[in-house]
């Protein structure tokens, strides 16, 4: 099945404590994206990359970082984690070039206390 | 920039129509429709590239104004299952930004 897997559903943690968001999906897509969404604003852009090694910040990259060193994962890191990321993380896929909508994964709720 | 969605929430009830409109201050080569239900991820609808197309699937349709920067999502004779929050996303040179979204609910 088509998909992206994104561990963990669910997280809390403490302020500082580093931790990893990771993101697969399995459709060969070139593009990956990490959003936030937070009540009221919506989907906000963390970072993205269109291809193997290549990534670029969004609208919110502060606090944050990524890689990209295969094309399947794109995960999410965290070094210094504050409460203000406590959000709703999605990370989503699709193929480059116009046309090709977005296949998101299931989302993490991270608490930061 | 963030697009602009209007409005931020709608009531109906089941067979009522509704429409939500998106709109940029940027060129945009496409938008993209999604839903998202209370939990879950955000859905991919459909997606209108530029040259004022008009898409549909069921009972739910939309439009693409190019030269006005604007979308809308027609949603006709609404069901239960129409709930949900519906965001816009509007595709420039290459990136996408997504809208704050509407929170459409439907009762019987």
């Known amino acids: 099945e088509a998909q992206v897997t994104q561990n963990p559903r669910y997280l809390i943690t403490v302020t500082g404590k580093k931790l990893t968001v990771t993101c697969s999906q399995n459709?060969?897509?070139?593009?990956m994206s990490w959003y936030r969404q937070d009540p009221g604003l919506g989907l906000r852009q963390i970072y993205y990359?269109?291809?193997?090694?290549?990534?670029d910040k969004g609208d919110v990259p502060e606090g944050y970082k990524v890689s990209r060193k295969e094309k399947r994962n794109f995960p999410l890191i965290l070094e210094s984690p504050s409460p203000n990321q406590t959000s709703l993380y999605f990370c989503a896929s699709s193929f480059l070039g116009q046309g090709n909508g977005y296949t998101f994964g299931s989302g993490t709720r991270l608490t930061v206390v | 920039q963030q697009p602009v969605q209007s409005p931020q929430a709608v009531i109906l009830r089941e067979g009522e129509d509704a429409v939500i409109n998106c709109s940029s201050s940027k060129a945009l080569y496409s938008v993209h429709w999604y839903r998202q239900k209370h939990g879950e991820a955000p859905v991919f609808l459909m997606i209108l590239l530029k040259g004022g197309e008009q898409k549909g699937h069921d009972k739910i349709s939309a439009s693409f104004n190019e030269k006005k920067q604007q979308s809308s999502l027609y949603l006709t004779a609404s069901q239960l299952s129409y709930s949900g929050t519906y965001f816009c996303g509007t595709e420039n040179v290459d990136d996408m930004r997504f809208g704050a979204g509407t929170r459409l609910t439907v009762k019987p």
């Open positions: 459709m060969n897509h070139e593009y």
């Open positions: 990359s269109m291809n193997v090694e290549v990534t």
